[in-house]
């Protein structure tokens, strides 16, 4: 069983930056696939942004909507994927979501966080 908790959540005005953090139980963190995902009130939750292990590295994917605005890392040693928003638009308001795959089953991700709100004000 792997424990996924996110944390950095809150409020910021449009156009500010906060930077969400994940951490996910485990000693092969490393080779996890990692992901955020979205959901805002009366929306089907979305994907945002992920980090899918390499043997060389890791590759990173990002919604377009979040392009260029948001960041998503990973610090092995720290068991922690970050995701850097920048230029937050009130449209990202949302409780943000960490998602874990420990075995390789991506796009899939057996492990979920319970979450955390982001809310910009315009």
């Known amino acids: 069983q792997v424990q996924v908790v996110e944390s950095g959540g809150g409020l910021v005005q449009a156009g500010g930056s906060l930077r969400l953090s994940c951490t996910a139980s485990?000693?092969?963190?490393?080779?996890?696939?990692m992901g955020w995902f979205r959901q805002s009130p009366g929306k089907e939750r979305e994907f945002v942004a992920a980090?899918?292990?390499?043997?060389?590295?890791?590759?990173?994917y990002y919604a377009d909507s979040v392009k260029g605005r948001f960041t998503i890392s990973r610090d092995n040693a720290k068991n922690t994927v970050y995701l850097q928003m920048n230029s937050l638009k009130p449209e990202d308001t949302a409780v943000y979501y960490c998602?874990?795959?420990?075995?390789?089953?991506?796009?899939?991700?057996?492990?979920w966080g319970q979450g955390t709100q982001v809310t910009v004000s315009s």
């Open positions: 998602a874990a795959d420990p075995n390789g089953n991506w796009p899939k991700y057996d492990y």
């Open positions: 485990g000693r092969t963190f490393s080779r996890y696939n």
């Open positions: 980090i899918r292990w390499s043997g060389s590295g890791s590759n990173t």
